[in-house]
């Protein structure tokens, strides 16, 4: 396969642009890369591990000689990063991004790169961890990307947009960013909100002791713990910057958790077996498209079986 760019600069050096660096290098091994961040001390640890060929130590430096600049950093500062080099952007370079809310970052990057083809995705796919060690490879594997191309964007630099990603193994599916922005809130968003209040509620509670909320976690807990432990300034500006999608989504969840309390204080048995039916059947869905181990407690080998939600 020809590779969609041969010179692509990655700013922002963490969890996502490191998987997005090592998946070029293992994908897309004769496109040369370039990197950024504003951390120096990431940029040393990027370029102790060889993140990617160089590390700039400017970002206009890491986008010079650019065919594709793909910004990694959190949504909130995508607009001062595309600024800070707007001025050494070869004027062809196609511009994307992998943040995770898409309508306030495509106007952002409009804004600060009014010259240049901006074409904003999010592959939908990462971890709680962060920063340039936690990145991998395989992380876009067989994942989600949603590209969100702007009203008469070139069909051509889409259609490179969409063939880099898929060449780092994701499966791509184009909406537009307002929609994206809807669909996240329910799917990412909201689950993101919920693990971070019922993780604070139980570390807060009074009468159950610190201790005990860890040790009998495997009730279903824990689970919630994982995404509570994702990165607090990444969250912070999703919620930010995503805000209404979110409060629609939010505002409708109230109203269905109200009707499950109303139905658990009236002893209304057949309203919470009929729901817990409908959200087994979602969960069977999700691991028949592959999006999630089949096996009983997420294929946790030393736990399945043995170690039963109460
Ligand atoms: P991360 O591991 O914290 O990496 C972000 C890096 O960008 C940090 O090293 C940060 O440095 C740096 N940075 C911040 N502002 C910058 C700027 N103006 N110029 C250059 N570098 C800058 O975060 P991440 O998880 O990779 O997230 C990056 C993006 O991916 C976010 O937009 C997020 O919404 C999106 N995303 C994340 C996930 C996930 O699961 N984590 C999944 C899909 C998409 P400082 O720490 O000094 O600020």
């Not at 950093?73 to 994307?96: E, Q």
């Not at 495509?106 to 961890?129: F, K, N, S, Y």
């Not at 395989?138 to 009203?151: D, H, K």
């Not at 713990?225 to 919620?239: E, K, L, Y």
């Amino acid at each position: 396969m020809t590779a969609p760019f041969s010179r692509i600069a990655v700013i922002g050096l963490g969890l996502l642009g490191g998987s997005v660096a090592r998946a070029i290098a293992a994908c897309l091994p004769d496109a040369v890369t370039t990197g950024f961040d504003a951390d120096p001390q990431v940029r040393a640890r990027a370029r102790a591990i060889g993140l990617v060929d160089t590390v700039a130590e400017t970002a206009g430096d890491a986008v010079r000689a650019a065919d594709l600049l793909v910004l990694c950093v959190p949504v909130g500062a995508m607009g001062a990063a595309a600024t800070a080099l707007a001025g050494d952007l070869p004027a062809g370079a196609i511009v994307t991004d992998v943040g995770s809310s898409k309508a306030s970052v495509a106007r952002a990057l409009a804004e600060a790169l009014p010259d240049h083809v901006v074409i904003p995705a999010h592959p939908v796919a990462g971890t709680e961890q962060s920063g340039p060690d936690a990145g991998f490879a395989t992380l876009f594997r067989n994942r989600w990307c949603i590209v969100t191309p702007p009203e008469g964007v070139d069909p051509a630099a889409l259609a490179r947009l969409v063939g880099f990603w898929e060449a780092l193994g994701a499966r791509v599916e184009t909406m537009d960013a307002e929609h994206h922005d809807r669909v996240l809130a329910v799917t990412s968003h909201l689950p993101h909100l919920i693990a971070y209040t019922i993780v604070g509620t139980a570390s807060d509670l009074e009468q159950v002791t610190q201790s005990e909320v860890i040790k009998f976690s495997a009730g279903g807990f824990r689970d919630f713990t994982r995404i509570a432990a994702s990165d607090p300034t990444m969250w912070r500006d999703v919620f930010l910057s995503n805000r209404e999608a979110v409060l629609e989504m939010l505002q409708r969840f109230t109203e269905d958790l109200t009707e499950l309390q109303k139905a658990i204080r009236k002893g209304d048995g057949e309203t919470l077996f009929d729901h817990f039916t409908r959200t087994r059947a979602i969960r069977r869905g999700i691991i028949a498209m592959g999006q999630d181990d089949a096996r009983p407690d997420f294929g946790r080998s030393d736990h399945a079986g043995a170690d039963k939600p109460a």
